[in-house]
């Protein structure tokens, strides 16, 4: 049996780049006026916000509202890491009315 039936047999799983590439296809920063984001390096959950930290910085994202403030703060203090977003609101209510129609 060929390697692709043994692959299709047992259940192709997505590789994580190829889960990221797809996700990054998806951002859009438009209504984003800016973002913060906040961790220590020391903890052990930050994976997850470095990851997207460095999604966000990237150029076809960055494109997409090259007016974004993109800020980061480095803490020592232990806590779970997190990231919070400044949304402009005449954006937000042009969105909202295209979801009304």
Known sequence: MCRMWEAIRAGV???LNTR???ATRAV???PVKSIKFSLDPFHHDNYGIRTVWFLIRRQKILSTNPDVNIESEIRYDREAPYFT???SMTKIKKIAKKIEA
Request: charged share 35%; glycine share 0%; no cysteine.
């Open 13 to 15: 799983k997505w590789n």
């Open 28 to 30: 859009d920063l438009k």
């Open 85 to 87: 977003t400044e949304l």
């Open 20 to 22: 990221l590439a797809n």
